[in-house]
T-cell receptor, first 114, second 113 residues
Framework: NAGVTQTPKFQVLKTGQSMTLQCAQD?????MSWYRQDPGMGLRLIHY???????DQGEVPNGYNVSRSTTEDFPLRLLSAAPSQTSVYFC?????????????FGPGTRLTVT | AQSVTQLGSHVSVSEGALVLLRCNYS??????LFWYVQYPNQGLQLLLK??????LVKGINGFEAEFKKSETSFHLTKPSAHMSDAAEYFC???????????FGAGTRLTVKP
């Protein structure tokens, strides 16, 4: 299994540009999520999905959109990039929404907005 | 809402010394607690998790953590540090009926030769 994969690994955007961060998992996991990691703040949940066609907001959803058309894929869209969105983005998946199940993380996408 | 606090953003130990990374949680319902490790430029990898089966949990690479309800703590320990343990460590909490996993700010562990 490839696990959780993310593309691209690095991206530089200008303010106002839009882009999509890709995330895919091959473990048939029901639950998928997006986090951003900023120095001294740990990881903060942006959006999550408990199955195909079902998404919901996390702690910091503003400026981001998600959709889940298949079990495998969970892309994150930045609608109009802002410098405050400079961060490292991690996608994660879990077998179930049940809290006993750990999440598996992708390698991350480092995004810089100038 | 549930939360975790990691005491100490940086911890430095000598090789062979005890590693102690502190995590305290806040939750009004029984929590499920996790420790993850992040090596430079990589994603997070699960070290261990507490799911109420046993209060002392053993994980990978010789790490263990003890759930102490009276102290609302879940500290991570390793008897003897190795150079390869240098990384950032995150404590996280999840509760039933809530899809949110909340992470602490992280503790960067440095191991001196």
């Amino acid at each position: 299994n490839a696990g959780v994969t993310q593309t691209p690994k690095f991206q530089v955007l200008k303010t106002g540009q839009s882009m999509t961060l890709q995330c895919a998992q091959d473990m048939n996991h029901e639950y998928m999520s997006w986090y951003r990691q900023d120095p001294g703040m740990g990881l903060r949940l942006i959006h999550y999905s408990v199955g195909a066609g079902i998404t919901d907001q996390g702690e910091v959803p503003n400026g981001y959109n998600v959709s889940r058309s298949t079990t495998e894929d969970f892309p994150l869209r930045l609608l109009s990039a802002a410098p405050s969105q400079t961060s490292v983005y991690f996608c994660a998946s879990s077998y179930s929404r049940q809290p006993t199940y750990e999440q598996y993380f992708g390698p991350g996408t480092r995004l810089t907005v100038t | 809402a549930q939360s975790v606090t990691q005491l100490g953003s940086h911890v430095s130990v000598s090789e062979g010394a005890l590693v102690l990374l502190r995590c305290n949680y806040s939750s009004s319902v029984p929590p499920y607690l996790f420790w993850y490790v992040q090596y430079p430029n990589q994603g997070l990898q699960l070290l261990l998790k507490y799911t109420s089966a046993a209060t002392l949990v053993k994980g990978i690479n010789g790490f263990e953590a003890e759930f102490k309800k009276s102290e609302t703590s879940f500290h991570l320990t390793k008897p003897s540090a190795h150079m390869s343990d240098a990384a950032e460590y995150f404590c996280a909490v999840r509760v039933a009926n809530n899809n949110d996993m909340r992470f602490g700010a992280g503790t960067r562990l440095t191991v001196k030769p």
